[in-house]
């Protein structure tokens, strides 16, 4: 069984940032994605950052240069540090595990930019 665990949102004022953390635990193949997406109110799922097993992140346009993504694959964990934040980045925050056909989530966090 596979389980995957968010950890790290809260509220912050624009220009502020966060930091948010995953660790995934069970039989998992290592050679794996992992990545953030996120629902924002009244949106769809939307993919904000990933990293494909031995590739480059990939990030959306709307958070390039204000969010950096990385993972430490001996440990299935990955993180993501949100800088100079914006009420627009304000959404539930999903970290998102995926090997072959299998496709786990966890139960998100609440991030919410606001003064």
């Known amino acids: 069984q596979v389980q995957v665990v968010e950890s790290g949102g809260g509220t912050v004022q624009p220009g502020g940032s966060l930091r948010l953390s995953c660790a995934a635990s069970g039989s998992i193949f290592s050679r794996n994605t992992m990545g953030w997406y996120r629902r924002a109110p009244g949106k769809v799922r939307e993919l904000v950052a990933r990293i494909m097993y031995g590739g480059q992140p990939q990030y959306a346009d709307s958070v390039k240069g204000r969010f950096i993504i990385s993972r430490v694959y001996a440990n299935h964990t990955v993180y993501l540090q949100m800088n100079n934040l914006e009420p627009a980045d304000t959404a539930v925050y999903y970290c998102?595990?995926?090997?072959?056909?299998?496709?786990?989530w966890g139960q998100g966090t609440q991030v919410t930019v606001s003064t």
């Open positions: 998102n595990l995926l090997f072959g056909t299998a496709n786990y």
